[in-house]
């Protein structure tokens, strides 16, 4: 089930300074904090999105940070 977040203000700001990002939050939710991603794109990449183009969500640690990719896979070579 796909929901729409109002980003706080921290978000906001960096959202508003780049063309293109993601970020991988832990929101409010229903049920105490939800693992919520955050996506700001040009519509054509939304658009596959939506259709269900493939994604890879990785991660990895590292030391005290936390370190991840979103990989669309959007042609087919």
């Avoid at 700001?13 to 970020?23: G, H, K």
């Avoid at 229903?30 to 693992?35: A, F, L, V």
């Avoid at 991603?37 to 990449?45: A, E, G, Q, S, V």
Wanted: some cysteine.
């Amino acid at each position: 089930m796909t929901r729409i977040n109002i980003l706080s203000a921290n978000n906001q700001s960096e959202f508003l300074a780049t063309p293109q990002l993601f970020r991988f939050k832990y929101a409010d939710g229903r049920n105490g904090h939800e693992p919520t991603l955050l996506i700001k794109c040009r519509t054509l990449l939304i658009k596959w999105i939506v259709l269900g183009v493939a994604m890879q969500l990785r991660f990895r640690p590292p030391g005290d940070e936390l370190l991840y990719g979103l990989k669309i896979l959007d042609d087919g070579a």
